[in-house]
């Protein structure tokens, strides 16, 4: 392999950084040969691991209501295609600082906003981490595969 290629720079390096940053026991490199399935993933155009999204939810946030926390995911991985790149980051940025302000009833028919934390800050120990090397877009992906 050429000593100066994009994947010796780069990526190698970047695999050892965040490696370093995350511990092995947060971190995992989902481009070191394991498959989309054992991520849980059906394709690579789904950037957003379900199986272990929930559950970092519900640790993270031990006294959200149940419905709070669907409202979040489903903000978390609603379709912003056609948002530009540079809003669409900022979104999922502002909801990753900030958490997921959902509306929700309470049991006397109240409205209440419940934030959902979407990474632990005071702990980030806690966090795990995958790095992935390429993500591709679900319609990137399709039309790559001459389907639409």
Known sequence: MNEFS???LIEQTAIKIFGE???AENFANAYSGETDAEFGRENPGEVVLMSYL???LVK???DVSTEALNLAIDEIIKDRSAMSMVNANHEIWQLIRD???VETENEKGEQRTETVKIIDFENPKE???IYRRWIKR???YLSDKGTV
């Open 6 to 8: 994009e994947d010796k």
């Open 21 to 23: 940053l995350w511990g």
């Open 54 to 56: 929930k559950i970092a």
């Open 60 to 62: 993270l946030n031990p």
């Open 99 to 101: 958490g997921v302000k």
């Open 127 to 129: 966090n795990h981490f």
């Open 138 to 140: 679900a319609r990137n």
